[in-house]
């Protein structure tokens, strides 16, 4: 069965201070990883697909990474807004039409 | 651009009343997709319609029913609601399936009492 776990759950930071955010995932034939950022009342904002392992991807401060068991999340010198929960999904090949999502993990940056 | 739009954005029922929630896009994705999001649970996905015309079950179906009315617009139905299907509902489109990103609306918070 494909399954994704996030961690930590929530994360704390102070502004400036870099982390990352994990994603582990279950998943026979990986056909993408997606991750989200989700503001509070809102609905879940695209960020980054990765394909392959080794693929990397950079937003502005994020930079998501991928390997055979697991996707980082890097937040390099983060500020306040980018406070947010962010969510990771997996599309596997013997479940192609749905995403199966982690739980998130709720990042807050504090000036 | 309004990307996805979900209408309400706001709905409280009693167990046994029926609703539909409605989606619309206007990206000219030919995916649509109907999840719901409730605490430790993640989001699930309910139904989804591949292409204007086709559509097949989720992960959690059971109380629901969906129509996809044209490519456009994508709507889900309670028959009966009960205070399980408490949640808050969103709707996703994408220019095709998995793995093409999905884009999703702002949601609808559902309470059934």
């Known amino acids: 069965e494909d399954q994704v776990t996030q961690s930590p759950e929530a994360l704390r930071l102070q502004e400036g201070e870099s982390s990352s955010l994990n994603c582990s995932y279950t998943v026979s034939g990986l056909r993408g990883l997606f991750w989200y950022r989700q503001d509070p009342g809102k609905g879940p904002e695209f960020l980054f697909t990765?394909?392959?392992a080794g693929e990397e991807k950079e937003k502005e401060r994020l930079k998501a990474t991928l390997t055979k068991k697991e996707s980082f999340l890097h937040i390099t010198a983060p500020k306040p807004e980018d406070s947010a929960t962010y969510l990771c999904a997996v599309v596997g090949s013997s479940n192609t039409g749905k995403l199966i999502f982690g739980q998130g993990t709720t990042l807050q940056v504090k000036p | 651009n309004a990307g996805v739009t979900q209408t309400p954005k706001f709905q409280v029922l009693k167990t046994g009343q029926s609703m539909t929630l409605q989606c619309a896009q206007d990206m000219n994705h030919n995916s649509m997709y109907w999840y719901r999001q409730d605490p430790g649970m993640g989001l699930r996905l309910i139904y989804y319609s591949a292409s204007e015309g086709t559509t097949d079950k989720g992960e959690v179906p059971n109380g629901y029913n969906v129509s996809r009315l044209n490519k456009r617009e994508f709507s889900l139905r309670l028959e009966s609601a009960a205070p399980s299907q408490t949640s808050v509902y969103f709707c996703a489109s994408s220019e095709y399936g998995p793995p093409y990103e999905q884009y999703f609306g702002p949601g609808t918070r559902l309470t059934v009492t």
């Open positions: 990765l394909y392959s």
